[in-house]
């Protein structure tokens, strides 16, 4: 079951000057960067009341996030919604249609599992499913 939106993932061409501004847009400042390999990617996450903007920065020419800017301009890039259970959503989704990026999650950012929905299946809009790393 959907529990809330996790946060807005938005893709940048350098992470720190995107940090000066939604720092001061939001009134807020960081709480976690970190670099995910896996996916060649920098993020750093500012908290907007129970939710989080995640900036999202390429750290090679083969990344997600680096193709995406090939193709599109600085923006928004994804929506991400927390679950109870990473596994039996993304089981369900497949059940009723939905195409699958990633048919079994797999470590994020955040200390999250996640996988992605392709956009074609949803109304043009990446989505991402997460879930909270359980030991």
Known sequence: MVKHIE??????????????????LLSSQ??????????????AFIRVGESKVELLEATNKDSPIAKFLKTNKTGFHHIAFEVDNIDVELKRLKNKGFKLIHEAPKSGADNKQ????????????????CQEKRE
């Open 114 to 129: 996640i996988a992605f929905l392709h956009p074609k299946s949803t109304q043009g809009i990446l989505v991402e499913l």
């Open 7 to 24: 946060h807005i993932g938005v893709a940048v061409d350098n992470i720190e000057e995107a940090l000066k501004t939604f720092e001061v």
């Open 30 to 43: 960081s709480y976690k960067k970190e670099i995910v390999e896996s996916e060649g990617v920098k993020t």
